[in-house]
């Protein structure tokens, strides 16, 4: 299987065959904050490996070259106001730049660090390499909570810090993944996509699933916090049914998008451009969502690792993107989070 479907959503049919991860994990109680919480953002990153973005999966696929850029991006972020969570993978809890930068930073208090599990790169290495397994949620119980285990230990020898919050490598969040996680201790979890689906290699379909943070158990002890997706434009109020009918039209979501008419917008700045996360950050302050949860991919901070970062001028326009963003939020008066608030607000 190509990786070129690694990232990307492959395109959303009601012929696609329903993956084992499809709609396993229905949405619980809405989250609700403390009032003083107001409205917030949060900057995650997928602290991970340089791949080949076309080629197959590979264990061998595990540089990291790109780490000496943390330690710019960490001054840029606290530059702009914003407090990072690094989501960090197998290979980055072994690169000694990654482990000093962001270690330093994080027990400072000037970020987060987080677990994300690329299983491909994460051992033990007892299934075999493919596009599904790639999904951890899809792996055999034991093996996904041996991974994480595996991954959540060295995080906390390396760093210096218990993580709190987890997002599953490519949003494959699975039907024992809630336990494993529970069993951990991990408080968020921020691996599913709204408005995406990812059946078509054997992923979960999070198109129904909601944009705003919500409780995954009645105890109230995991918080599941959606990465943020929204539709935009004048007909979003119709979105639920107009994008079911869309879906079986060739073209008309295209179509609607370029009319502005309805846009599903991803708050990322990997292949959204700044006009477009404005609409969606206007969009979500309108859905009156509590918390927006920004997210990219950390080789895209150099260029050549990523196919939204080819070169310097990319870097630097991804530097920009969230200066502009992180300038409009300011002035609609949403405010940076980190883990800790959210918890505490949510708990309270």
Known sequence: MPRAMYHAPPPRSGSAASGPLGDIVPPGERARFAPEFGRRVLLTIDTEEEFDWSAPFSREATGTSHTHTFSGFQALCEGIGAHPVWLIDWPIAHDPVAIEVLGEAARAGRADIGIHLHPWVNPPFEEAVSARNSYAGNLPRALEAEKFGRLKARIEEAFGVAPAIYRAGRYGFGPNSA??????????????????????????????HPAHPWWMDAGRGLLELPVTTVHAGALSRFAPRLSLFAERVPRLPGLLARARLLERIALTPEGVDKAEALRGIDAAVKADLPLLVLSFHSPSLAPGHTPYVRSTEDVAALHDWLRTVYARLDALGVRSACVADILAAARG
């Open 179 to 208: 336990a494993m996680l529970a069993e951990h201790g991990i408080a968020i979890d921020s691996s599913m996509r709204p408005l995406f689906d990812y059946r078509a290699d054997g992923g979960p379909d999070y198109r129904h």
